[in-house]
């Protein structure tokens, strides 16, 4: 079976937020890494080159594919950041109606601006996906 493509690093994340051209950005970023350390108790670490996750997360799907994710993290792209919870955000539509501004797939949120979103709901979100994960076992 194949190897996941995304696995943690002992690249720098200090570096890899240097390089962030976008002064709010890389604000948002180090925002971002302070809520979810918080919430994980788990230090940012590089998931390939350009995902910042915390903690880690092993899955098992019935096909007997497994492998391991982060239990939250996110990465700055050209046009946004993605936030990645990895439970089925389609179930949580009244905190995603909270949430403000954002546009979103099964398990990945996309903002401009942490401003342009609620941040309680955002933590609430992190925290519930987080806690389910854990409870989880292998999924």
């Known amino acids: 079976m194949a190897e996941n493509k995304t696995q943690p690093t002992d690249a720098s994340v200090e570096e890899f937020l240097a390089v962030i051209e976008d002064d709010q950005v890389r604000e948002d970023c180090l925002a971002l890494i302070d809520i979810m350390q918080a919430i994980t108790k788990s230090p940012p670490v590089m998931w390939g080159s350009s995902i910042i996750g915390f903690g880690t997360h092993h899955y098992k799907y019935a096909s007997g594919r497994e492998g391991d994710t982060p239990l939250t993290g996110f990465s700055p792209r050209k046009k946004n950041i993605s936030l990645y919870v990895m439970d ?38 992190i925290r519930q996906s987080v806690k389910e994960l854990k409870s989880s076992g292998m999924k």
């Open 88 to 125: 089925c955000l389609d179930a949580k539509t009244d905190l995603l109606e909270k949430l403000g501004k954002v546009k979103h797939g099964k398990s990945c949120i996309y903002v401009k601006r942490l401003e342009d979103i609620h941040l309680p709901t955002l933590k609430k979100m």
